[in-house]
């Protein structure tokens, strides 16, 4: 495509945000950029009483006169983009970032052939993301989860869809409160629907945020999502989405041999008490080498993983049994072909790699 073609791509970029530092850095990043830029950047401020503290954040000159600044409703990601996608106006793409990315020196252009390549089946074109990591020592935990979204598929940390798929399947699902799988779900429902998902050429750096000790207590809320997925794809959404299983299996199990032991010490039978005690300190053990022997292994990294490692089983089947509960009648959605698909008859079609 010439020069002129790229300029008469349209489009919008929206940025969901809970007042990170990394959004101005974002910004400058996205203002630099060579290539056509977009014609409006939503800022959707999901931070709660957003509208009584002004978003910390310095928009570039040359992004300010197309620049707005919306207000959330503090209730996720997910239902922040759909805001963000109501207020981006009638553009043919709209590109989604995180509020901690980097796009590339040449994002602009690089997005501007993407779209271009995209046939008239694409809905989706998702960039290559870039995860710093130490040179000089192994990763933390932490470190190595966030690496894990340059693997990810589908992710929104940079994804463009076109917005006529985006109204066409409901945008994303807000029952998704985290950033995590509501870009799955959505992808799934979009390949349902018989749209293909490409990768594109476009890459955007996620620099691993600081995080506390508690960090990985945190990011267990995910089980409760993963609860939702199955009920609304099946637990064959696993395989169609290239998602790692992780341990719930395993943290089930151990959870439920602590249980069991303090129920039988709390019945006087000490032998079985004793048994399961046993095979609750080994699973916790194994579960903190698995954590420590990859890391650093500096004293603090170590003394984290053991508190972490004793306490994620039991918070994960926490979340895991509240979101059965909760999501115990979610109905599936209707698989392609029925009256509520949104292309009748087509067939899913599988992910592809832009020249």
Known sequence: MTAAGFQGLRYAVVIPTVGRAGLTVCLRALAAATGPGPVRVVLVDDRRGAPRNPLPVEIPAELRPI???????????????????????????????????????????????DLAAADGRTAGVTARIIVPLPTDRAPTDWERNTAGLATARWITADMAYRREVLEAVGGFDERFPRAFREDADLALRTQAAGWALAVGTRTTTHPVRPAGRWVSLRVQAGNADDVLMNRLHGRSWWRRADAPRGRLPRHLAVTAAAATAVSCAVAARPVAATACAALWLAGTAEFAWSRIAPGPRTRDEIVSMALTSALIPPVATWYWLGAQMRHRRTPPLSPPGTAAATRPGAAPVPERVLP
């Open 67 to 113: 620049t707005s600044v919306v207000p959330g409703r503090a209730r996720g990601p997910a239902a922040a983009r759909n805001t963000g996608l109501r207020v981006a106006g009638p553009v043919p793409w709209v590109v989604f970032l995180d509020d901690d990315v980097v796009p590339g020196p040449t994002w602009c252009d690089d997005l501007a052939r």
